[in-house]
Structures are given as C-alpha cells and as structure tokens.
C-alpha cells in the first residue's frame, strides 16, 4: 500500500496530536526545546519524536475486532471529560512548574483527545504510538542515582567474587594504581532509553498485544541493565590488568557503545515479525462533531485558569535562625562544601559551643513562569565523599573518600510554611504553597563533624539544635 492510503487513516490520530500542542502549548514548547538541546539524558527525545511520527505515517493505527463500545458515553463523551480533568490539572501543574508531571499529562492528552473525537477503540489502538512518544518525556535524569546504586552493588559484589584487590567505598572503586568512579554517567541510562525505543519501535510496527509488549519492555530494561554491568565490570578488570594505562579506560563512552552494539543488535534480530495484511486497515475514521465543544472546554479550564487567574504572592522575608549563638563563616568553611547554585544566595554559619554548622540558602522567584523550588543537583561531591549510613531519619552519614572522617548532614526544605526532608516532597508542596500565596524557598542544611565511629554524638547534637531552633 502507498503512502497516501496511510496517511488517510493516520490523519486524526495527527489531528489529535496538533490539538493537544494548541492546548497545552507552553508544555510542549518547553519540551520541544529541551529535545534541541540534546541533553545526554534526554538524548533519544528528538528520535522518539520522529520515530512516533514515522511510524504512525507509515503503520497507522487498527481496531481490534469487536472492540467497540455501545455507550455513546463510553465511547467517546467520557474521553471528553478526561480532557478537561486533564486540563485542569495540567494548568495547577503549569503554575508551580512541575515540569516532568507536565510533561507526562501531554501523552495522557493525546489518549483523550482520540478518545473525543474518533472513539475509545481507535484510542486504545493508538496506545502503542503514544508509549513511543512518551520516552520523548525527560524523566531519565530522576533514574540515574537508582541505576547507580543497582550498577555499584552489583560490580561491588563480581569484584569480590572473583578476588580483585580492590577498596570500595560507595560509588568508588580504588585499585592499586588508580580509582575508578561509578559516576552518574555510568548509570547506563543511554543503553535504557535507546532499547526501550527500539523495542517499542518493534513492538508497534509488528502489532504485538499486551504480554508481547511486557516481555519486550522487560526484556529490553533487562538487557540495558546487564549491558552497562558488563562494560563497568569488563573496564575494572582492564584497568586493573593494565595498571590504569589502557586507553579504554579513557575512552569508556565509545568503548561502552561497542559492549551495547554488541548485545543489543542481536537480541532485536530475534523478536518475532508479523506482517499486516492490507486488508486490516479497515474504514477510514470520522470525526465526531460534537467533540471540538470538550477541545473548547478544555481549551478554557486549561489555559483559562493558567493565564487569567491570579495567584497574589506575598515576597517572603528572608529565614533567620533566634534562639541561637551562631557566628557567621564562609560557606567554604563547612566540613562538607555544599554544592549550591548562584541561583540561591547561601550564607553559613557555627554554633561554637555545639560545633554544629548551619547553610542558610533562600530563593524568591520572581515571576509565575519561575520554579518555587529551583533545581538542585547532588548537594555534595561525591566525587570526595560518599554517603555510608542513615542513622536517623532526615539525617544521612557522610564518609570522605579514604579518609575516616564522617560528618553528619540533614537537609530540611522550607516552602513558604511548609517543610519536609525530602527534596521530592518538596516539589509537590509547591502546589499548596502557590495558593497560599507564600513561595519563598530556603534550603536548611544542618552539619556535625562526628566524634566516634558510630556517630551517635553528631546525632544527639543535630537533634537538639533542631528542637531548641524549631526545625
């Protein structure tokens, strides 16, 4: 079949998609620019984009027999309120700039739209193209520290098996003549992204139901898993034979792309190809009129509520500790040097009767297209330190590399009169926070230098000073 008899049948599923950019435009126009920007963790983005459409030109979507609905309701007014649902929700996230839960409300829209227009069957079988264009959604970056500790225990664990002389702390691997660090590009998250992609692909172009899309996703993570295991371990054992002098160990990123041309390549030659007859195409679909009346609803609850209602934001006065002796220092002057943005203006500060450290970092934004609470990358270098023990919750025990010096840290993120320990939380409380109209942002770090190896003195201290001050 040519490409214009498949282009008829794959035109309202492209409809779809064009009222879903209109509606949720300053999503999509965000996305479009991270997918420019190649990030290397969103580096499949662009090619997911292209694979969606590429596949939905040439391979458009078909109804399984006997999948349509009788309800009118079911079948395509209950996608119509699912939109507007969507909207609203998309227009709270919008507001605080929950940017990858907004991103992931943009697939959920295409689902929903199809549904308005051409019924609940043509959006189930659209389903497929949607999970394409959803690994386009940069949520890879929030899968690096897991992959990480998976990769670190598992190398950790083959190192000792097989008897290499090695000392491991964390993420670091020290041999005789040099360390090697699992660091976040280490994760493997390319090798994720890029099988899952591929597998996807596959998986839609040969019209797999639900247990063969599983076993290919599945396999497909598993596969990327063992893969980045092989290249970590493969390259301790060169460096280790080589004294650290192999240019493979330079030259990792292309040596680990060998490793996963070499396994992944293969493994994709031997999934199963079904061929579509002709035959299956079916009608062409129409669209149901009434539909572009949920499209103009959404279109109001959506960005309605974002651009003309107004939240009324009070500017924060900055925090201030009472209650205590502190002494200003230089943030330098921390036993463990934080890792804090220019965005947040940080100031430090030492209770000397105590020996307990105080990091005061507060952000105010500015606009509503600003986030509440700004990005923060790994707070501490873990390059220099890793993280040995959770000795009480909200408090973490950090080691320096090669070096028996442990200081506990605990970190309390303020949003407006809300707090947590838990940086996650602290995203989501910007919901609330935004309502309430107080959106000032400080980052509270707490640090105790330990006196004994079990670090049950920094603990004590930490847990006073954060009573007396009320944190």
Not at 168 to 193: F, H, K, M, Q, W
Not at 230 to 245: G, H, W
């Amino acid at each position: 079949m040519t490409l214009a008899p498949r282009l008829s049948h794959a035109w309202p599923f492209l409809l779809a998609t064009l009222a879903s950019v209109v509606l949720f435009y300053p999503s999509w126009a965000r996305l479009g620019k991270i997918w420019l920007d190649w990030d290397n963790t969103i580096a499949d983005g662009l090619p997911a984009v292209v694979a969606f459409l590429f596949v939905l030109a040439i391979h458009p979507p078909v109804e399984t027999c006997g999948s349509k609905s009788r309800s009118i309701f079911l079948d395509w007014v209950a996608g119509g309120l699912l939109l507007v649902v969507l909207a609203i929700v998309w227009s709270s996230l919008e507001l605080v700039r929950l940017d990858t839960l907004a991103f992931f409300t943009l697939p959920a829209s295409l689902f929903a739209i199809s549904w308005c227009l051409i019924g609940f069957s043509s959006s189930l079988a659209f389903t497929p193209y949607i999970a394409i264009l959803s690994l386009s959604i940069p949520f890879w970056a929030d899968l690096i520290p897991l992959l990480v500790k998976i990769a670190t225990l598992v190398v950790s664990h083959t190192i000792h098996a097989i008897g290499i002389t090695a000392l491991i702390e964390g993420s670091n691997i020290t041999l005789p003549y040099g360390r090697l660090v699992i660091a976040d590009g280490c994760s493997g998250v390319g090798y994720l992204s890029t099988l899952l992609l591929l597998g996807s692909i596959a998986a839609t172009l040969n019209d797999y139901r639900w247990r063969g899309w599983l076993l290919v996703l599945g396999g497909a993570t598993l596969l990327a898993l063992i893969i980045n295991w092989v290249r970590i371990f493969a390259l301790v054992i060169i460096a280790d034979q080589t004294n650290m002098q192999s240019s493979l160990v330079r030259e990792h990123e292309l040596f680990g792309w060998l490793v996963f041309g070499a396994f992944a390549l293969p493994s994709l030659l031997l999934l199963p190809v079904q061929r579509r007859k002709t035959l299956q195409l079916g009608d062409e679909k129409r669209l149901r009129l009434p539909a572009f009346g949920f499209i103009f609803l959404a279109l109001i609850a959506g960005n309605g509520t974002l651009h003309f209602v107004q939240t009324h934001e009070i500017r924060s006065k900055p925090l201030s500790l009472s209650g205590s002796e502190l002494r200003e220092i230089k943030p330098t002057a921390l036993p463990v040097k934080l890792q804090i943005s220019d965005q947040l203006g940080q100031r430090a500060f030492i209770e000397d009767r105590t020996n307990v450290y105080v990091s005061l970092a507060q952000h105010q934004r500015q606009s509503e297209t600003d986030k509440i609470v700004p990005y923060l990358p790994s707070l501490v270098d873990r390059n220099l330190w890793f993280r040995e023990a959770i000795p009480a919750p909200g408090m973490e025990v950090w080691r320096r590399i090669s070096i028996p010096k442990r200081v506990i840290v605990s970190h309390i993120y303020a949003i407006g009169p809300y707090r947590t320990n838990s940086y996650a939380k602290a995203k989501l409380l910007q919901l609330p926070a935004v309502y309430s109209g107080k959106t000032g942002f400080t980052l509270i770090s707490l640090q105790a230098a330990c006196e004994t190896s079990t670090c049950e003195d920094a603990v004590e201290r930490l847990t006073a000073f954060k009573a007396k001050n009320d944190i």
